[in-house]
């Protein structure tokens, strides 16, 4: 197989009008005597991880975007094609404006997929276009029901810098099919697809696009390194099933910056797998960096550590970040037979409006994904930090619930302002099998978390994770 992707009828497509002006080479996958780079001369200017040498245009290989015509068959011949210049200075696959319907498919390395802005990737509702895959080994079984699961609709395993980006443009998941199905208990041995699976790979990113409506999660990195997620949009009704936002997953070294999501579940979930099959997989989640995320999510949480976090979560820092009309900031979610850990957590500088409760943590969130899970293993919470917080309209301030025997120690809570809603609990603060400190609470926090003498803040690391000082560099198409 060629290693190049120039193509010996290489020519230059005229320009046309895509919102800006565009510049793109028809690539057929046949040999060519020279190759041409992208340069700013084409028009729009993005930022990635790395830059492509060859590019290509998901219409050279037949696609039509009505909203219509399935492009199943020319997305997975482009993905295969330019896969061959990974050696070659990489590939990049251009989405044009227009409804481009499409099952799964899966990405290569030294890859980018860049969607414009008018540009809509559209998720076929036939089922025949998603394939079967195993579930994933710190599962044990799909995350809806026991057995396989289908492919995400942009899917990836065992890849080098992948990047995903545009300039704006959409992944329309058009889930309201899977949701329907889902609440009518028609998926009894299969789970319901993601909209971006990556899986075992390093240097990924994920930027500058809107997600919309996805079957079920939207953004799944999972074993994987060294991983940017920033300036999505994520948009999902806010009573729909299990649409999560952003799902890191036994990853290391992880970004998450600017992005905006309105979910039917967490705006963010830390996992890193599930009981024992988590305890045996045994990948943390760990160098974590949550901020400037505005969340929607009336039913669930900012960011949830958990439920699934039997591989451990830890050195997590979240901050700069607006929650409104949110069921919680930030929760804790496990149970006896998680094992695992969730420690060396911090967040400040948070803003909350409307708020069902501002602190949650929950020792009894018992689902298990069977019988087999050991009611000896018991998960370590520990060095908890939240300071420099504001939340106005609180129903309740704290929820903060650990396990008999097992308590959640090393809480700290400093600098925190919150004004209650007019309907307000009477009760504050419920506080049990917990241990800590607090400084600056309003209102008073409970006796289990006493008040420290002379002013104390909590926690938050004067360090980067590696991934923060990454330089993006300029690229074009």
Known sequence: M??????????????????????????????????????????????????????????????????????????????????????????????????WLTGSFNLTSHFTLFIQKGATIL???????????????????????????????????????????????????????????????????????????????????????????????????????????????????????????????????????????VSGDDCIAVKSGWDQYGIQVGIPTQQLSIRRLTCISPDSAGVALGSEMSGGIKDVRIEDSTMINT????????????????????????TMKTMKYVFWMSGAYNQHPDDKFDPKALPVVTNINYRDMTAENVTMAARLDGIEKDPFTGICISNVKMTLAPKAKDLQWNCTDVAGVSNRVEPPVCSLLPEKGSPMDCDFPADKIPIESVELKKCYV
């Open 123 to 261: 998720a076929s509702q036939d089922e025949s276009e998603w394939p079967v895959v195993a579930p994933l080994p710190s599962y044990g079984r799909g995350r809806d029901a026991p057995g396989p699961r289908f492919s995400s609709l942009i899917y990836g395993t065992n890849l080098t810098d992948v990047v995903i980006t545009g300039n704006n443009g959409t992944i329309d998941g058009q889930g309201k099919s899977w949701w329907v199905k889902f609440r009518n208990g028609e998926y009894k041995s299969i789970t319901r697809p993601y909209l971006i699976e990556i899986l075992f790979s390093d240097n990924v990113q994920i930027s500058d696009i809107t997600l919309i409506d996805s079957p079920s999660w939207n953004v799944h990195p999972v074993y994987c390194n060294n991983v940017i997620v920033k300036g999505l949009t994520i948009l999902a009704p806010i009573d729909s099933p299990n649409t999560d936002g952003i799902d890191p997953d036994s990853c290391k070294n992880t970004l998450i910056e600017d992005c905006y999501v």
């Open 327 to 350: 069921q919680s900031a930030i929760r804790i979610k496990t149970a006896v037979g998680r094992g695992g850990y969730v420690k060396d957590i911090f967040a400040r500088k948070i």
């Open 2 to 99: 060629e290693s190049s992707l120039r193509s010996r009828n290489l020519k230059m497509i005229r320009p046309k009008l895509f919102g800006a002006l565009v510049v793109v080479l028809a690539v057929s996958g046949f040999p060519a005597t020279e190759s041409r780079q992208p340069s700013a001369a084409a028009g729009i200017e993005y930022s990635a991880l790395n830059c492509r040498k060859h590019t290509a245009v998901i219409t050279d290989f037949g696609a039509v975007g009505d909203g219509k015509t399935s492009n199943t068959k020319a997305f997975r011949e482009a993905i295969t094609k330019l896969g061959q210049s990974a050696a070659d200075g990489g590939a990049q696959l251009v989405i044009p404006p227009g409804k």
